[in-house]
């Protein structure tokens, strides 16, 4: 067992963990954020992406205690985020979504490349997204949200 200390969605958390609790057990069990998805808990599918210190990482193969002292945020950060509305609405208007399960590291994912301007094209959006595995929707309205969430906000001052 050990003490971990980091900022989780803004909020200073120190707790006791085993050692080999990973950071998707860690927010999902003992923070109670559950919008992070468990899936393949293999860092394939993207289900679990988190930003730690702003940077997508598969919460599901990273060890909580890795990142010690360092900034996390879930999905659950984002709900006043006016780029993040923007993105949800275009999922939404696009038929970006369906089950849901892989939607919050989709929309984390979107966000990251759009904040990297890595979404230039049909093919930029879709290698970008390679990580990010959907069952539901064959990826034509994650692709057509994608591209209507950069358009819009390249276009406002948000």
Do not use: W
Not at 63 to 89: C, Q, W, Y
Not at 130 to 136: Q, T, V
């Amino acid at each position: 067992m050990s003490t971990i200390s980091l900022t989780v969605n803004g909020i200073a958390v120190v707790d006791v963990i085993d050692d080999r609790t990973t950071l998707a057990d860690f927010l999902r069990d003992h923070l109670n954020l559950t919008g992070t998805h468990l899936a393949c808990e293999h860092g394939v599918c993207g289900a679990c992406t988190v930003l730690v210190d702003e940077v997508p990482i598969r919460a599901c193969i990273t060890l909580a205690l890795s990142v010690e002292g360092k900034s996390a945020r879930t999905i659950e950060d984002f709900e006043d985020d006016p780029k993040m509305e923007v993105i949800r609405e275009c999922f939404s208007e696009a038929h970006g979504l369906q089950c849901g399960f892989c939607t919050s590291g989709m929309v984390l994912t979107v966000r990251d490349m759009i904040q990297r301007g890595r979404c230039v094209n049909e093919q930029e959006i879709r290698r970008e997204l390679a990580g990010n595995l959907c069952r539901c929707t064959g990826y034509s309205g994650i692709v057509k949200a994608t591209e209507l969430a950069r358009d819009r906000l390249k276009n406002s001052a948000v």
